[in-house]
């Protein structure tokens, strides 16, 4: 079993901020990536950012320069310090994860979601 739980969502301003964290559990042998997908209603889910265990990172471009990732490897965590903050930022966060198993299984894994709303 392996589970992502993802915390920090809510209601913010816009420009304002807001930090989303994620916690892998599990039998799990090791993370290549994590990182955060979003889907706002009647959208498809899309990539938001990512991060290898080596440390690189990917963004969207819509949020480069506003959102930072990062990621502890030890504690099995990403973070995404959201600033900034505008009305299309609206969505459900979506935590994810490419993992091995303690059986040596690969694994693409999704946490429950947590919803971000930018509304003044």
């Known amino acids: 079993q392996v589970q992502l739980v993802e915390s920090g969502g809510g209601l913010v301003q816009p420009g304002g901020s807001l930090r989303l964290s994620c916690a892998a559990s599990?039998?799990?042998?090791?993370?290549?990536?994590m990182g955060w997908y979003r889907q706002a209603p009647g959208k498809q889910r899309e990539l938001v950012a990512t991060i290898t265990s080596g440390g690189n990172t990917n963004y969207a471009d819509s949020v480069k320069g506003r959102f930072t990732i990062s990621g502890d490897n030890a504690k099995k965590t990403v973070d995404l310090q959201m600033a900034s903050l505008k009305p299309e930022d609206t969505a459900a966060y979506y935590c994810n994860a490419d993992l091995t198993t303690t059986w040596r299984i690969r694994l693409r894994t999704w946490g429950q979601g947590t919803q971000v709303t930018v509304s003044s």
């Open positions: 599990g039998n799990i042998f090791s993370i290549e990536v």
